[in-house]
Each structure stands twice: as structure tokens, then as C-alpha cells.
């Protein structure tokens, strides 16, 4: 299993990035994705968040209407795009991929992080 994320830099404030997330080694359209983040310091939050087929997107309200999620069950890949970047946006950024079977299981795989700096 692979989860490799790209995409990050830095930025300056007002800015955008594209974050993406090729995956590989299991189902993907199988799971839900979501964004995570962790600045210096604090704990690792979630972002952003979209079911299997894209049904239901959910976002953490300090990024709503500036980011998107997106996936491609085709490419196996999610992606972020972040809009009117702000300096609090600077953290590592994580994909993670999450399937909860019917016998309550749970599959979770996590990428390496990619960072994003958000600075004048």
C-alpha cells in the first residue's frame, strides 16, 4: 500500500496550492478520503473529508469555502485545492484512506505528509 502526496511548498498569503494523493496497493474507490494537517505544536486535525464515490464532501469549518476536495477513482487519486491561503494554513499535510467494513473492521493508511508554508 502506497500513499504518496505532492504538491505542497511554499506560498504566500492569498495564495494557492494543489495538493495530490497517488494511491496504490488497495480498492481505492473503496474508501473514504480525507485531508489532515499538523502544525508545530498542536495536534494533527482533520481538513478535509470525501466519502467513496463522492458522494458527501465535509470540511473543518477554518477552510470551508476556501478548500476543495476532490477524488479520481480512476487515477486512485485525491486531491486539495487550497485557495486564499492563509499563514495559520501553514502544516504537514497527510492523506489518509479509510474503509470501515460491515463486521466493523476498520483499514487505515496514512501517506508520508507533504509540507505546505504559507509566509511572506
Known amino acids: 500500500v502506497q500513499l504518496v502526496e505532492s504538491g505542497g511548498g511554499l506560498v504566500q498569503p492569498g495564495g494557492s496550492l494543489r495538493l495530490s494523493c497517488v494511491t496504490s496497493?488497495?480498492?481505492?474507490?473503496?474508501?473514504?478520503m480525507t485531508w489532515y494537517r499538523q502544525a508545530p505544536g498542536k495536534e494533527r486535525e482533520l481538513v478535509a473529508s470525501?466519502?467513496?464515490?463522492?458522494?458527501?464532501?465535509n470540511y473543518a469549518d477554518s477552510v470551508k469555502g476556501r478548500f476543495t476536495i476532490s477524488r479520481d477513482n480512476v487515477e486512485n487519486t485525491v486531491y486539495l485545492q487550497m485557495n486564499s491561503l492563509k499563514t495559520e494554513d501553514t502544516a504537514v499535510y497527510y492523506c489518509?484512506?479509510?474503509?470501515?467494513?460491515?463486521?466493523?473492521?476498520?483499514?487505515?493508511?496514512w501517506g508520508q505528509g507533504t509540507q505546505v508554508t504559507v509566509s511572506s
Open positions: 496497493g488497495f480498492t481505492f474507490s473503496s474508501y473514504a
Open positions: 489518509n484512506a479509510r474503509r470501515v467494513y460491515r463486521n466493523n473492521d476498520i483499514s487505515s493508511y
Open positions: 470525501i466519502s467513496s464515490v463522492a458522494a458527501s464532501t
